[in-house]
């Protein structure tokens, strides 16, 4: 059977020219290119337009989106720029007000540490003074105890007092004779 087919094929072939060799029928063909024409027209008329219409609207929507989000990118952009400026802005003046505080405390120091050396001078030198008023004080007295001493060891020594003249006179030659 397998040889025959081509045989077949031929004899069948051979018999129908032209459009018959299609096997077509005519009349249904002119009908569904009809329908097929109405159909289209149809379509490009109605369907075809809204169709178009909705692909432009997307396309349109996708396009401004795009740009919006470029818009965005550029806004965020420059708001992480004008962050990092003021970061930056805020950093210099810290260090800034640091570095004042820093001067004026070492100010506040420095005059704290004037202040408490002149108020030690002065201190030392009243000390010094009240000092040498205690020193001259207990120098007088230790004068007028000295010489009370050596008046009477002088009476002592020579059995009969002397006028004040001339204790006086011998207490200031033994004074002078300690004081070497």
Not at 23 to 35: D, E, G, R, V
Not at 140 to 165: F, G, S, Y
């Amino acid at each position: 059977m397998a040889i025959n087919l081509p045989i077949r094929f031929a004899q069948e072939s051979s018999s129908d020219s032209g459009i018959g060799a299609f096997h077509l029928n005519i009349k249904s063909f002119i009908f569904q290119l009809i329908t097929f024409v109405l159909l289209l027209l149809i379509l490009r008329r109605w369907v075809l337009p809204k169709l178009v219409a909705t692909i432009d609207a997307r396309r349109e929507t996708l396009e401004k989106s795009l740009e919006q989000a470029k818009q965005t990118e550029e806004t965020l952009a420059k708001a992480e720029t004008k962050a990092e400026d003021i970061l930056t802005k805020a950093r210099v003046q810290a260090d800034e007000s640091l570095a004042e505080a820093k001067k004026a405390a070492a100010s506040h120091i420095a005059d704290a540490e004037a202040k408490a050396a002149e108020r030690a001078s002065l201190i030392i030198k009243d000390a010094e003074a009240s000092l040498s008023e205690e020193r001259e004080k207990l120098s007088q007295e230790l004068r007028k105890e000295l010489a009370v001493l050596v008046a009477d060891a002088t009476e002592k020594i020579i059995d009969e007092k002397l006028d004040p003249k001339q204790d006086m006179s011998l207490i200031e030659r033994a004074l002078r004779g300690v004081a070497r």
